[in-house]
């Protein structure tokens, strides 16, 4: 794409990505392939250092990655989970890649079936990402819906989201901070929630996720890194949160694989305000008494059958069920759950004109708490 570029995708209309390594081949000739790199192909639409332009419609951008490459027996999400248990990396397309762009929008589209990441970005400054539905099957490997990295001043506002991976993952890695970032009226289906790491190098700051339902997400809210790509993540705020079937509603953990280094995770200013879920294990982890975690929570609740693993952390507690191990014990709220109208059906695809897939008229209106 080019700057002040805008693709318009009518209702109806369906784009759909070839299913030839060749078409997304970079000079290494290794799309289509595992490696140990896994930078082979090309997205297939790139906004590179433009400033302005977007995706306009409710047309469907189909990634196919549930279709067979061109001259092999493999799908690209076959070759994904074969590169996992290689031990190494498959070289897939990106949906759409955004690097050192400036003012880009994403409006009203449909993106499904990925190969890998469905949006990525990279040094991104004022991206805004509006009504859009990302649907991907839960067993996809590597296809996040949406990653802003080392990006600031990004606003992602009334989307579905249901993916094979992170439906959202705020990333900074060696290359720059991510900050500014706010995550408003959303809602998820399966995937491994809304996440942030585990590339932590740079820092990340000033993250706002308010108004957001997490419908069986495998992890809730998650917070990830270990001392190998670490950082300081500091001034994130979760409001208005419903959440249910998760296994791990709240996953806030500094020992995410087990690799050594000297980039210790520390996570400070973590503010949680009416966050309700059902069960599952609700688990804070800080490094080591010495880089605790800094958590505050406020009317929040769950069920009696939630379980916590509290390690290294220093929490704060107003009203939370059940209570954190050390804080004082809180009331069962009983049946007063203002998340029983936020739960709503994902839109389902079908033949209609709507690009395929059948939108919920309330898809970009807030959701009601």
């Known amino acids: 794409m080019k700057s002040g570029t ?55 951008i189909d990634g196919g990655g549930g279709t067979l490459m061109a001259g092999t027996a493999e799908t690209w999400w076959q070759l994904a989970r074969r590169a996992q248990s290689e031990g190494a990396k498959q070289n897939a397309p990106r949906l759409i890649q955004m690097d050192r762009a400036e003012d880009v929008s994403v409006h009203g589209i449909t993106l499904r079936n990925a190969a890998n990441f469905h949006i990525a970005m990279s040094h ?6 509006w009504a859009v539905i990302i649907d991907t099957p839960a067993d996809a490997r590597n296809t996040d819906g949406i990653d802003p990295a080392a990006s600031e001043d990004v606003t992602i506002i009334h989307s579905f989201i249901r993916t094979g991976d992170d439906n959202i993952a705020i990333k900074a890695g060696t290359s720059g901070p991510a900050r500014h970032i706010s995550i408003l009226d959303n809602q998820f289906g399966w995937g491994h929630g ?98 605790p975690l800094d958590i505050a929570m406020e009317d929040v609740r769950f069920s009696p059958r939630a379980t916590w693993q ?60």
């Open 124 to 129: 991104v400054e004022r991206a805004t990402i």
């Open 310 to 369: 509290v390690e290294n952390a220093t929490v704060t507690a107003v009203n939370v069920f059940p209570s954190p191990p050390g804080a004082a014990a809180t009331p069962h709220y009983g049946a007063s759950n203002p998340c029983v109208v936020a739960f709503r059906p994902f839109p389902e695809a079908t033949s209609s004109k709507n690009g395929g897939i059948e939108r919920d008229p309330r898809a970009a209106a807030p959701i009601d708490r």
């Open 6 to 60: 805008t693709l318009w995708l009518a209702g109806g209309a369906i784009l759909t990505a070839v299913a030839d390594p060749k078409a997304y081949q970079k000079s290494s000739g290794s799309c289509g392939h595992i490696d140990r790199s896994g930078d082979g192909c090309r997205p297939l639409i790139s906004f590179t250092k433009t400033k302005g332009g977007g995706l306009y419609g409710y047309g469907t």
């Open 194 to 291: 809304m996440s942030i790491g585990s590339e932590l190098n740079s820092g990340v700051s000033d993250v706002l996720v308010r108004n957001l339902t997490l419908d069986g997400t495998t992890f809730g809210l998650r917070i990830k890194s270990d001392p190998s790509r670490g950082g300081l993540v500091e001034r994130v705020n979760y409001e208005n949160i419903c959440m249910r079937n998760n296994k791990w509603p709240i996953h806030f953990d500094t020992r995410y694989g087990p690799f050594a280094g000297n980039n210790l995770p520390l996570y400070q200013q973590i503010v949680l305000r009416h966050v309700y879920g059902t069960d599952g294990t609700l688990v804070m982890r800080g490094f080591d008494q010495q880089h």
